[in-house]
């Protein structure tokens, strides 16, 4: 067995793990399943897009980042203001909020393969999206959107925005959020059409 399918095996292992503990974002189920029934990829890592809020350290270290709320769905203003209500007065370190993009990570067997994923995922409007290499020697597909939202809303246990101002982020970010379902359908639906008929 060759490199390339032993480490499918390994990932393959680990996002059946993630769905057994429910960490692997369900909204895409349907998309890495697919990806991962062709034979000359698999993937490594993913997010559907979601919504946080996210209290970053002093030190300024993502690792050390803590959610205080996190959505892969449509948010309820309510429900998340009144969840920013009840931390802030808690924490000295800034609170962002954020809407964050669709990612997907492919590994691919070869550069060639790796090429037509990337035209699929342009062609689907994942504009962003790119190829790298991981030690010189591994294909990677980088796919990601571009809908984004990122703002601090509390330093110092103070809030900084107003209700009427995180309403009108919540319903940005969810407008954003079902952009970036519709592009995740138009992604799928030509991964159907060249590789059911190849």
Known sequence: MDEFNKLKIYHMKKL??????????????????FINSLDFFFTTSSCAGRIILL???????????????KSH?????????NKLLEVYK????????????????VSSKNIE????????AR?????????????????MVEIVGNE??????SK????????????????????KLKNVRKRINIFYKNLLSYYITI
């Open 156 to 175: 110092n246990k103070k809030l900084l925005v107003s209700k009427e101002y995180f309403y009108n982020l919540v319903k940005e970010a969810n407008e």
């Open 55 to 69: 209290k970053i350290p002093k030190s300024g270290k993502k690792f050390e980042a803590e959610f205080l709320f």
């Open 73 to 81: 769905y449509y948010v309820n203003f309510y429900y998340i203001w």
């Open 113 to 120: 393969r790796a090429y037509e994923l990337l035209n699929i």
């Open 16 to 33: 059946e793990e993630a769905k057994e503990k429910y960490l692997a974002d369900q909204p895409i189920y349907y998309i890495i399943d």
């Open 90 to 105: 808690n924490y000295d370190e800034k609170i962002y909020f954020k809407q964050e993009p669709f990612i997907l990570h």
């Open 148 to 153: 984004k939202i990122e703002t601090i809303v």
């Open 123 to 139: 062609k689907s409007g994942f504009k962003h999206s790119g190829i790298f290499l991981i030690n010189n020697k591994r294909v």
